[in-house]
């Protein structure tokens, strides 16, 4: 079967924003990162990227009770509790670190954080420093900036919070048992303080951040992926895995994606500098190498070929795809992956045939196992049925704590049988559910 040429940068409309309110429209630099994607900032009190500005915006990936009634409460780690300039269990020992500022904020510029902690500093915003060296343990998930411009503070998927530039420490949720992944954080207008959201929308204060509500106590459709805080600090939005937008406080909806047919996974929030808009951000609207964490052992030409792929689904027939025929393509597109890694496994279009394949001539696994780049994340409950084994994706990008980014065909969100091959994660596959809608249920290798 003859899949489609390597794809282009821009994507998606506008290069992976979508803006809302008076968010101006903009298209991002065509960066190349080593990970996905999880954060966009703009330097405060300037335009900054797609109009946006503000001490914050974040994304994906624990919360000790956030998952009950109430979610989180403000106060849930105490402020102090580590000394500045350690991050508790954060991804790596002495996980807060600062960096040497390359020269003052300027009157422009944004800056993008990628899982492996790496910093893109756009458009002539000052850089002062990052994670990625710091050979993390789990991904950076989010990102907020100090409101002079000076700092920026990174959180990992674990709770750890890292330090950079005029930014000060005032506790993480490193080391704290976490129900939910950490996904996002913001910053309070004197940066003095911060908040973090789990993926199952709990919210921990820190420093002078006031709580506003949670999400904690409701049924979400996917999960949270990141969070802003409004210009004055009196309120908050919290960022859905599908683009749905939640306000808390004086913090105001002004929209969100419905039914756009090349939508892929939301990963942040960009408010604009009056609190007046925001801009939401598709990581796919990038380049990637997932070269960092530098691979141990898998597959990299499944990965590869799986990359080459990311972009809508140009076919504009009902469950079309390059892969087969006209049906649900996700298990067509992993079974693709796999063939032009060199592995002989036969076309198929039910997930459970992967299970099965794999339970004979690789192995499979369940979902609590440290998978390797190129292994199948089988989502569902089991094997048995269309019902139960009911998505596939190919891992890209494996962390120390298990944490995959997944490359996935026929996912969205979107329009039924008018989906994408889109970039998922990071997450952890025992907690995807709050990451991918589902469950999974193996892990399968070639």
């Known amino acids: 079967m003859r899949a489609r040429a390597a794809r282009s940068f821009r994507i998606y409309p506008g290069g992976g924003i979508y803006e809302y309110g008076d968010a101006a429209q903009a298209v991002p630099d065509p960066l190349t990162l080593g990970a996905p994607a999880v954060a966009m900032v703009a330097v405060p009190g300037t335009a900054g990227a797609a109009g946006s500005g503000g001490a914050s915006a974040s994304t994906p990936g624990s919360s000790p009770s956030s998952s009950t009634p109430g979610g989180s409460t403000p106060g849930s780690s105490t402020p ?4 500045p300039g350690s991050s508790p269990g954060s991804s790596t020992p002495g996980g807060s670190t600062s960096g040497s500022p390359t020269g003052p904020p300027t009157s ?40 002079d411009g000076h700092g920026y503070w990174l959180v990992a998927l674990d709770g750890g919070v890292f330090t950079f530039g005029d930014a000060a420490f005032y506790g993480s949720m ?49 999960g949270i992926s990141g969070m802003a805080a409004t210009p004055h600090g009196t309120g908050y939005w919290l960022l859905e895995w599908n683009g749905a937008v939640f306000p808390f406080g004086t913090a105001k909806s002004f929209g969100a994606p419905s039914g756009s047919p090349t939508a892929s996974p939301f990963k942040a929030i960009v408010p604009t500098p009056d609190g007046g808009g925001y801009a939401l ?12 964490p530098t691979p141990a052992g898998g597959y990299p030409k499944i990965v590869a070929a799986a990359a080459s792929q990311i972009q809508p689904d140009p076919d504009s027939g009902y469950f079309c795809s390059p892969y087969g025929q006209c049906e ?16 002989p496994i036969p076309s198929y279009a039910f997930v459970g045939d992967i299970y099965s394949w794999a339970a004979t001539h690789g192995r499979v696994l369940p979902p609590s196992a440290h998978a390797l780049a190129g292994d ?32 996935e065909g026929d996912a969205g969100p979107g329009v039924t049988g008018h989906l994408a091959v889109v970039v998922n994660g990071p997450f952890l596959p025992s907690d995807a559910t709050a990451s991918a809608n589902f469950p999974v249920f193996a892990l399968a290798q070639p």
Request: glycine share 16%; net charge negative; hydrophobic share 45%.
């Open 174 to 222: 490193g080391g704290k048992h976490l129900a939910q992944p950490i996904v996002g954080m913001a910053a309070t207008p004197d940066g003095h303080g911060y908040w973090l959201v789990a993926a199952d929308g709990g919210v921990f204060t820190f420093g002078d951040a006031a709580f506003y509500g949670s999400l904690g106590a409701k049924d979400l459709q996917s």
């Open 376 to 407: 199948a994340v089988l989502y569902g409950t089991g094997p048995q049925t269309a019902s139960t084994a009911v998505h596939v994706g190919v891992v890209a990008q494996v962390w120390p704590d298990g944490a995959v980014v997944t490359i």
């Open 328 to 343: 649900p393509w996700c298990a067509l597109f992993l079974t693709w992956a796999w063939q032009q890694g060199g592995i």
């Open 281 to 292: 951000l598709e990581p796919d609207g990038f380049d990637y190498t997932f070269a960092d």
């Open 108 to 147: 422009g510029g944004y800056w993008v954080a990628a899982a492996d902690g790496e910093v893109a500093a756009v458009d002539g915003a000052p850089y002062f420093g990052s994670a990625a060296e710091l050979h993390l343990y789990a991904p950076i998930v989010g990102m907020a900036a100090t409101p």
């Open 80 to 83: 102090g509790a580590s000394t």
